[in-house]
């Protein structure tokens, strides 16, 4: 099966710590992301990257930092600097002729 | 900047035609799209559009795009109660990425 995989599907964490969500996918395309959402909200770019080695910060980049060592991971790490972590985490691909893109099943982070 | 708006909420009787509505401010989008996101899981591509069609059609999705005033819509035929989601627009930028709008919430009532 393709597709996009996120795990976990819930995270809880202390405050201050940080953590790393993982995002895999095998549909073999270059550009990866991740977005943020909060309740009632739309979806906001946390960072994205077109090619593996390479990332650019979104519109919320400040406490997250993300890697792109291979082409299928795209993990994100939630630092102790970001003040409002809690929220709903979701990673999306692109790489079809439309460049649409496809999503993860999210992760739930609640940090207590 | 560019910017997305949609209409918060939409309430139809199962059975009925619903259309959800969205504005848009980038003129240079190439593609537009229409996303589906149900209860705690991830947005689903139910249909995109090119943005030198005016329509597309889906089964029971119509899509209809007015270039001029930039306004984009779905219109859902025979709407069921699985229907019932949050429904995001979408559009293509030059660098690659999606503006997304807040979000419809569609509620179909039995």
């Known amino acids: 099966d393709g597709g996009i995989t996120q795990s976990p599907k819930y995270l809880f964490r202390k405050e201050g710590q940080n953590v790393t969500l993982s995002c895999e996918q095998n549909?073999?395309?270059?550009?990866m992301y991740w977005y943020r959402q909060d309740p009632g909200q739309g979806l906001r770019l946390i960072y994205y990257?077109?090619?593996?080695?390479?990332?650019q910060k979104g519109d919320i980049a400040e406490g997250y930092s993300v890697s792109r060592e291979k082409k299928e991971s795209f993990p994100l790490t939630v630092t102790s600097a970001q003040k409002n972590p809690t929220a709903f985490y979701l990673c999306?691909?692109?790489?079809?002729?439309?460049?649409?893109?496809?999503f993860g099943p999210g992760t739930r982070l609640t940090v207590l | 900047g560019e910017d997305v708006e949609q209409s918060l909420f939409l309430s139809v009787r199962e059975g009925d035609s619903s259309v959800i509505n969205c504005t848009y401010t980038?003129?240079?989008?190439?593609?537009l799209y229409w996303y589906k996101q149900e209860p705690g899981a991830g947005l689903q591509l139910l249909t995109y559009?090119?943005?030198?069609?005016d329509m597309k059609q889906d089964q029971r999705l119509t899509v209809l795009l007015n270039k001029k005033d930039k306004h984009l819509s779905l219109r859902i035929a025979d709407t069921q109660t699985g229907d019932s989601a949050i429904y995001f627009c979408?559009?293509?930028?030059?660098?690659?990425?999606?503006?997304f709008g807040q979000g419809t919430t569609l509620q179909v009532k039995p």
């Open positions: 999306a691909s692109s790489g079809g002729l439309a460049n649409e893109q496809f």
């Open positions: 549909l073999n395309h270059d550009a």
């Open positions: 990257s077109q090619i593996v080695n390479d990332f």
């Open positions: 980038d003129s240079s989008s190439t593609y």
């Open positions: 559009i090119f943005s030198n069609m």
């Open positions: 979408a559009e293509s930028i030059y660098t690659g990425k999606l503006i």
